[in-house]
Structure formats: structure tokens, C-alpha cells
């Protein structure tokens, strides 16, 4: 009765949302700026002009991407993604993009191509898309389930795409082509499932076997560790234990690694891993191997750092675009 209890009482991980921005249309830019800044989402302005923005923003609620959009929209920019931060930039001209929010998530349209045959049977369309997260998650991996665009045999792939350290991933997907005399879509619904985590755990701990740290309830330990004098070499194994009621993580671990930072530090002096790979994948526990060459000598006084994402969720994705024109 009581184990019963206790699982009822564990809860997974809850799915991220988004961020919103309040504006009450009398804001400058420096001050929508901070405003976006202060969700906990790195954005910079990185142009080269430097002059204020002159925008016309009305009041309302904002989702974070879709003020962001607004912006770049009034003011002819771009967003960029460059590791973990947006950055806006001047645009080199008007571009056209359609765009679709779901969450904390936004895909763009970038690219839509028919591949034309002598068949009209055999045309195919090619839809290209960027999916983005806003920048204070971590994305690790997007599998597509369904692509439907009205008056065309739905699409049911199930690619995936790892993120990879990255926030930002484009996909393509090829559907048949709709009818030569239909000049647009009058709907496209894209549906995936994502995994993603809600930020970033940082753990700290001694250069020694079976050293090992919480944090946010999520266990970092050094199982073992090996160096071979001879050559310089150090590998260290190390398991990373997410709480209970985490989401089973199952197969897909090795989508982490790109993600996962681990570094020997002692003072100034930082080294880095040459390989990496992932040992294990059962349940919520993830123990992974890390190569050093040219490792220190001795160990003392040696740290060991290492930032991960934190547990992740697993969330189901749609995002419904409007009319799109055809090329």
C-alpha cells in the first residue's frame, strides 16, 4: 500500500510551454528587448546598425516566437540561432516564410518545390521546414508522424532528426503532388512528437571512482575510472541516474550525447573529451564512456564538470499553416 502511495505521489516531468510577453503597445525597443530577455531566453541584438528600432506594436499577450517574428517582421530582420541564444540581424531582403506555433515550439516553412514529370501522376511536392524550441529548453530529438495537406494523400512518415547539441533542425519531407492547376494549399498540419529537456543541469565532483553529486534530484557518479600511464590516456565511465517518474528514455539515449558537456577542470587548466559514446540505455538511467588523451599525471586537486540536459519529456507537436502559395 504504502509503494503504492509513493508512485501515485511521483509526477513526470511536466511538458515546457511558452513563454509570454505582456506589451502595452507604448514600448521601446531596449524595453521589448529586455522584456524578451527576461524569460530566461538569450536574445541579442546583433546588428550593425545600432540605431532604436522603430516599431509599432500593439498591446496584447505574446508568445515568445511570435513576438519575435513581429519584430523581425516591422523591422526587416532575421532571427539566427547561434548555440544557445537568438540573435537578430539585418535581413539581406523581404523573404517570405510561413510560420506555425505550437508551445514553445515554431516551424517555418522554408522551402516548398514541385519535381515535375512527364507523369503527371508521378509529380512531387518537397516541403522543407525549420522546427526551433525557444532557446531556454533543450531540443534532443523530433520525430515526424504526419504530414496532410488538404487534397493530397496524407503523408505518415516516421523519420527522426537528433538536434544534437543544436537548437534549431530543418526537415523535408515528399508528398504527391497536388493537381497542375491548383496554384496553393489551403491547409498544411505537420504532426511530430518531441523529446525535449526543460534546461540544463550543471554537476561538479572530485577525480576519483564512485565520486558522485545530486542535483534537482537527478545523480551523476563516476563508475569507473581507468588510465593508462604509457600513453596519456584516461576513460572514465560515468552514470547519470534521472529521478523517478521521469519518462523512459529508452532507446533514444544516445540522442543526449550531443548534448552532454563533460570537461576535467583544475584551476585554469580545462581539458576536453576526444571520444564519447554512449554504454548503456535502459529506463532513466544513462551511463556513458569518455576518452582523454594527454590526461594529467596525477589527479589531485582535478574536478570533474559536467552539463546535461535535465530529465526529459516527451511532447506531441502540431502545427497548422495557413494558405500556402505554390511555386
Given amino acids: 500500500m504504502l509503494a503504492w502511495l509513493l508512485l501515485c505521489l511521483v509526477q513526470p516531468p511536466s511538458a515546457p510551454t511558452a513563454s509570454?510577453?505582456?506589451l502595452t503597445g507604448k514600448e521601446s525597443w531596449p524595453e521589448v528587448l529586455q522584456l524578451l530577455q527576461r524569460t530566461g531566453n538569450s536574445v541579442t541584438d546583433a546588428r550593425l546598425n545600432t540605431q532604436p528600432l522603430s516599431l509599432q506594436l500593439t498591446a496584447g499577450s505574446y508568445?515568445?516566437?511570435?513576438?519575435?517574428?513581429?519584430?523581425?517582421?516591422?523591422?526587416?530582420?532575421?532571427?539566427?540561432?547561434?548555440?544557445?541564444?537568438?540573435?537578430?540581424?539585418?535581413t539581406e531582403g523581404p523573404r517570405r516564410h510561413w510560420v506555425a506555433y505550437d508551445g514553445p515550439w515554431r516551424a517555418r516553412l522554408l522551402r516548398q518545390s514541385i519535381i515535375r514529370f512527364?507523369?503527371?501522376?508521378?509529380?512531387?511536392?518537397?516541403?522543407q521546414w525549420?522546427?526551433?524550441?525557444?532557446?531556454?529548453?533543450?531540443?534532443?530529438?523530433?520525430?515526424?508522424?504526419?504530414?496532410?495537406?488538404?487534397?493530397?494523400?496524407?503523408?505518415?512518415?516516421?523519420?527522426?532528426?537528433?538536434?544534437?547539441?543544436?537548437?534549431?533542425?530543418?526537415?523535408?519531407?515528399?508528398?504527391?503532388a497536388p493537381p497542375r492547376s491548383m496554384l496553393r494549399l489551403?491547409?498544411?498540419?505537420?504532426?511530430?512528437?518531441?523529446?525535449?529537456?526543460?534546461?540544463?543541469?550543471?554537476?561538479?565532483?572530485?577525480?576519483?571512482?564512485?565520486?558522485?553529486?545530486?542535483?534537482?534530484e537527478t545523480r551523476f557518479r563516476i563508475q569507473q575510472l581507468e588510465s593508462i600511464t604509457a600513453n596519456r590516456t584516461l576513460e572514465l565511465a560515468t552514470e547519470?541516474?534521472?529521478?523517478?517518474?521521469?519518462?523512459?528514455?529508452?532507446?533514444?539515449?544516445?540522442?543526449?550525447?550531443?548534448?552532454?558537456?563533460?570537461a576535467l577542470v583544475k584551476g585554469k587548466e580545462r581539458l576536453t573529451s576526444s571520444e564519447r559514446d554512449i554504454r548503456t540505455d535502459a529506463g532513466r538511467s544513462t551511463t556513458a564512456r569518455w576518452l582523454?588523451?594527454?590526461?594529467?599525471?596525477?589527479?589531485?586537486?582535478?574536478?570533474?564538470?559536467?552539463?546535461?540536459?535535465?530529465?526529459?519529456?516527451?511532447v506531441?507537436?502540431?502545427?497548422?499553416?495557413?494558405?500556402?502559395?505554390?511555386?
Fill in 20 to 22: 509570454v510577453i505582456t
Fill in 292 to 314: 582523454f588523451r594527454q590526461a594529467p599525471a596525477s589527479f589531485r586537486d582535478w574536478q570533474v564538470e559536467l552539463v546535461t540536459p535535465a530529465a526529459p519529456v516527451q
Fill in 240 to 262: 547519470l541516474l534521472y529521478p523517478p517518474g521521469s519518462l523512459d528514455w529508452e532507446s533514444h539515449q544516445a540522442r543526449l550525447l550531443g548534448s552532454m558537456r563533460l
Fill in 118 to 127: 512527364d507523369n503527371p501522376a508521378l509529380d512531387r511536392l518537397v516541403l
Fill in 186 to 216: 489551403e491547409k498544411l498540419s505537420i504532426e511530430a512528437q518531441a523529446w525535449v529537456a526543460p534546461g540544463l543541469l550543471r554537476f561538479t565532483t572530485p577525480l576519483q571512482k564512485n565520486a558522485e553529486t545530486t542535483t534537482k
Fill in 316 to 327: 506531441p507537436l502540431r502545427f497548422d499553416f495557413g494558405p500556402v502559395e505554390l511555386p
Fill in 130 to 176: 525549420e522546427v526551433v524550441v525557444e532557446p531556454r529548453f533543450v531540443p534532443l530529438l523530433l520525430e515526424l508522424k504526419r504530414t496532410k495537406v488538404t487534397g493530397i494523400p496524407a503523408s505518415t512518415s516516421s523519420g527522426s532528426v537528433s538536434y544534437d547539441g543544436e537548437w534549431s533542425r530543418t526537415v523535408e519531407v515528399r508528398l504527391s
Fill in 63 to 90: 508568445r515568445f516566437w511570435e513576438l519575435i517574428d513581429l519584430v523581425c517582421q516591422q523591422a526587416s530582420l532575421q532571427a539566427r540561432m547561434r548555440d544557445s541564444s537568438v540573435e537578430l540581424l539585418e
